[in-house]
């Protein structure tokens, strides 16, 4: 069995996975099944209130799930994914709201790219494999071995960047071209700018 498909058949079964994605080590679980992403933010000692990311391993998937995106937020998802950011989009479906803690209009997308699971046709809710607070794992074995125990599935993707996802903020890109980023990460805030329009002066 390749790893996407044991990846999938687990989350299908309610199941956590730890995994390597294009930035650190993540763990991922079914985003409409409470008991598992319950079980997931326990594993990490995460409060139930804290949003995690929706994680798709495809573009076309994403942009399928969510086609209440407008135009210009669409144009720039292509242009920014897949890769290592995450993107806060407005969500006035109140799509997948296990994941948006107490902000059901806010969702939190990645599409990472992660060869070896671009197969996996189902969403997760993915947050970093680390405990709370602690160090974001680029290596299996600084998975902090209670989650690598506690978890269904285990798989090595092998040494990876360590640096997070870099957030940014489109939820008023659409109607007003802002953006911001309110985390850096992986991918710079100039190559970020590159593609998108650039925000109105202050």
Do not use: H
């Not at 870099?166 to 710079?188: F, H, I, K, S």
């Not at 190559?191 to 109105?200: D, E, K, M, R």
């Amino acid at each position: 069995m390749t790893d996407a498909a044991a990846f999938e058949r687990v989350i299908a079964a309610g199941g956590v996975v730890v995994f390597g994605a294009d930035t650190v080590y993540g763990l991922a679980c079914d985003p409409e099944a409470p008991l598992a992403v319950q079980r997931l933010y326990a594993l990490k000692g995460r409060r139930l209130d804290k949003p995690a990311a929706v994680m798709f391993f495809s573009l076309d998937r994403a942009l399928a799930a969510l086609p209440e995106l407008g135009p210009r937020t669409t144009i720039a998802l292509q242009r920014l994914l897949p890769g290592g950011v995450t993107l806060l989009l407005p969500n006035p479906a109140r799509r997948y709201p296990l994941a948006c803690g107490p902000d059901p209009g806010t969702l939190g997308l990645r599409v990472p790219q992660v060869p070896a699971l671009a197969a996996v046709g189902v969403p997760v809710v993915q947050t970093s494999a680390n405990a709370a607070g602690g160090a974001d794992p680029r290596r299996l074995d600084e998975v902090p071995a209670a989650i690598r125990a506690g978890a269904d599935l285990v798989l090595d993707g092998g040494e990876l960047g360590g640096t997070p996802s870099t957030v940014v903020d489109l939820r008023r890109y659409e109607a007003a071209g802002e953006w911001a980023v309110l985390r850096a990460g992986a991918v710079g805030r100039a190559a970020v700018g590159t593609v998108l329009s650039p925000p109105p002066a202050p």
